[in-house]
């Protein structure tokens, strides 16, 4: 599935620069998890035709904890690294449509080798994004499609993403990964309600034996998150922000080579804790 299931625009995030920390506390199945993510992106204009070449980097540090003894060797299921190389074009479709292309290699591992081919993965965006930020009640409109080689299913999936602003203090998105709700009570000051989804998909260099002599090679996890937040509005495209849910459903599993789930790790609802400063593109 990814860190934090592809959001469209700037590789994996629509952002410019992000630095965030998300805390996922210990629950009935002793498991807690962190994870720092630090983010930048870099657009660099090609013509007078404002089209765009973007190249980037994301870096996701997890730091797993357990309580509870598992029946193997848990020793190297502690920290993991995802590292994410973003290469895009941005260019104009036609009056109304922009055109944005990603292409994202993708290293995933607990790195205990240093790096190896199976820690490799590849996946590739395509995507329609249309906006009018001046209109009386502005919207974003983004089609399109992705493949994400850890996703599951070896075929491109569907991105739809709906942005309005309908009123003065009131705007929505709808979409995946994110749907939300927000109410502007200031230009500084925004709370939102939201739907999110959340989770990664992490390739294990040493294989893990368990008792009925399966094997785990990847270590997942998939939430869907209900949180409220708040953000500061520094200025127009600079912001702190914070997080506070729930996970609805969640599903934290070892799989084999063929991407089977061979051990279930955490199956129960967790706190969801996220906050972070962000330079982005809206």
């Known amino acids: 599935m990814g860190i934090l299931y592809s959001e469209i625009a700037l590789g994996q995030s629509s952002d410019i620069f992000r630095l965030e920390y998300l805390n996922i506390p210990e629950n009935d199945t002793g498991i807690k998890t962190q994870r720092y993510r630090f983010l930048f992106n870099l657009p660099i204009k090609l013509n007078e035709k404002k089209d765009y070449l973007i190249t980037g980097v994301e870096y996701n540090k997890l730091d797993i904890g357990y309580s509870q003894d598992l029946p193997f060797d848990s020793s190297e299921l502690n920290r993991f690294h995802v590292v994410d190389f973003n290469l895009g074009y941005i260019t104009k479709w036609n009056e109304n449509w922009n055109l944005v292309t990603i292409l994202t290699p993708r290293l995933a591992s607990n790195f205990i080798n240093g790096a190896m081919t199976d820690d490799f ?78 989770g990664y998909f992490i390739n294990l260099q040493n294989d893990i034996l368990l008792p009925d002599n399966r094997v785990g090679s990847r270590i997942t996890l998939s939430a869907l998150v209900g949180a409220i937040g708040y953000q500061y509005n520094m200025s127009k495209r600079m912001s702190l922000y914070a997080l506070v849910g729930r996970s609805f459903e969640q599903g934290g599993n070892l799989r084999n080579d063929n991407r089977e789930d061979v051990f279930l790790l955490n199956d129960e609802s967790n706190l969801y804790i996220r906050t972070g400063f962000k330079i982005g593109i809206f």
């Open 121 to 198: 993965f590849m996946n590739a965006t395509a995507t329609l994004w249309k906006e009018n930020s001046k209109a009386d009640k502005p919207f974003r409109i983004v089609l399109g499609l992705s493949y994400n080689s850890t996703a599951g299913l070896p075929i491109p999936l569907p991105i739809v993403s709906y942005y309005k602003r309908f009123h003065p203090n009131w705007s929505y998105t709808l979409g995946i990964p994110r749907t939300n709700f927000k109410y502007h009570i200031t230009k500084k000051h925004t709370l939102e309600t939201t739907l999110l989804l959340d």
